[in-house]
């Protein structure tokens, strides 16, 4: 399985265009066909931008309906139905085989998408259908698993480890608990509790590192 980032951009793609003169960021949150929520966030501090982007999306061709439905100086939360003549972004990660995870983020003239392929050849039939059909693509990052995504980053018993520890204030500075206590809480050595307490970290660094682009050696 392949998780990768992308940024999308392309001329005349109203949520392209938007946020390429509004500065403004949108996170779409949860979509249903044509449908779609968004939290939208001022990056000026003030509610102008959010002011001018409910006005551009209610004029905007692309959009059916539009509505507010809670808004803040410098936060709107949207509801908004599109039509497009062509196919979306979404619908071309969609057709070729792969998936986006949610929020998509769209800020600056471009929309940021977490891709999950299944294979290297969906990644490669997707990633050639958007360049196809859109401006521009940039490979932001890319990582690899060797079976899925859903596997736990920790064992049951390195968990219970590093729950207890946290719990208990032993990454507090000073720390308020000491691994022969900590062991002795759920019934194993000290020796014992530290291995698990360890395997637990190294694996938390290692997923931490990856999500950063780091090479990391399996």
């Not at 109203?14 to 001022?42: D, H, K, M, Q, W």
Request: overall charge positive; proline content about 4%.
């Amino acid at each position: 399985m392949i998780e990768a980032v992308l940024r999308i951009a392309s001329e005349n793609y109203y949520s392209c265009e938007i946020t390429r003169t509004i500065p403004v960021r949108i996170s779409l949150v949860a979509i249903n066909g044509p449908e779609g929520f968004g939290i939208i966030e001022s990056l000026d501090g003030t509610e102008i931008p959010l002011k001018r982007y409910a006005k551009t999306m209610k004029r905007s061709e692309s959009i059916l309906e539009f509505e507010v439905t809670h808004k803040s100086e410098t936060q709107y939360w949207t509801r908004a139905v599109h039509s497009m003549k062509d196919k979306s972004i979404l619908e071309t990660v969609l057709e070729s085989g792969c998936m986006t995870k949610l929020p998509i983020i769209i800020s600056n003239g471009k929309q940021t998408h977490t891709i999950l392929s299944p294979t290297q050849m969906e990644f490669r039939r997707m990633f050639d259908n958007l360049k196809s059909r859109f401006t521009s693509v940039e490979l932001e990052r890319l990582r690899r698993y060797p079976s899925s995504i859903s596997n736990p980053i920790l064992s049951a018993k390195q968990e219970e480890a590093f729950r207890i520890a946290w719990m208990r204030g032993y990454y507090e500075i000073p720390r308020k608990s000491e691994i022969k206590y900590l062991a002795t809480e759920i019934g194993i050595k000290r020796v014992a509790f530290q291995e698990r307490l360890r395997r637990a970290e190294k694996a938390i660094v290692r997923e931490f590192a990856l999500s950063l682009g780091m090479d990391i050696e399996e």
